[in-house]
């Protein structure tokens, strides 16, 4: 008797617990892959983000470093920007000629084309 009433004590603690534990945590799948964030606050957590809910825009700085980061080597020009969208141009590793078109608001790249 006494076993059985343990038994369904820890059963009924278990169902009570589980869905507790599934709740305190979110899951997402964001530019930097998947994870699990145990304490999820509604904050924005990468760059583009923070931009859009200020309203901010890539600089030409930023935009020159976003196209290094999608195979640009050596920037020549950039040019846009101030509502409009960014397009770099420069060369690649090899010395072929790559243009790429950045979004101003979020920074995302729109377009990548080499000669």
Same mark, same amino acid.
């Given at each position: 008797?006494?076993?059985?009433? =343990?038994? #369904?004590?820890?059963?009924?603690?278990?169902?009570?617990?589980?869905?507790?534990? =599934?709740?305190?945590?979110?899951?997402?799948?964001?530019?930097?892959?998947? %994870?699990?964030?145990?304490?999820?606050?509604?904050?924005? @957590?990468?760059?583009?983000?923070?931009?859009? @809910? %200020? &309203?901010?825009?890539?600089?030409?700085?930023?935009?020159?470093?976003?196209?290094? &980061?999608?195979?640009?080597?050596?920037?020549?020009?950039?040019?846009?920007?101030?509502?409009?969208?960014?397009?770099?141009?420069?060369?690649? @590793?090899?010395?072929?000629?790559?243009?790429?078109?950045?979004?101003?608001?979020? #920074?995302?790249?729109? =377009?990548?084309?080499?000669?």
């Amino acid at each position: 008797m006494r076993k059985a009433l =343990a038994i #369904g004590v820890l059963v009924l603690g278990a169902a009570f617990a589980a869905p507790l534990a =599934a709740q305190a945590q979110t899951v997402e799948v964001g530019p930097r892959g998947f %994870r699990v964030d145990p304490n999820d606050d509604g904050r924005p @957590r990468y760059r583009e983000d923070y931009r859009e @809910r %200020r &309203g901010d825009t890539v600089t030409e700085r930023e935009a020159a470093s976003i196209a290094r &980061g999608a195979g640009v080597d050596r920037v020549q020009r950039v040019s846009g920007g101030f509502g409009r969208d960014w397009r770099v141009i420069g060369e690649d @590793r090899y010395g072929r000629e790559i243009r790429v078109i950045i979004d101003d608001r979020t #920074g995302r790249i729109l =377009a990548r084309d080499r000669d």
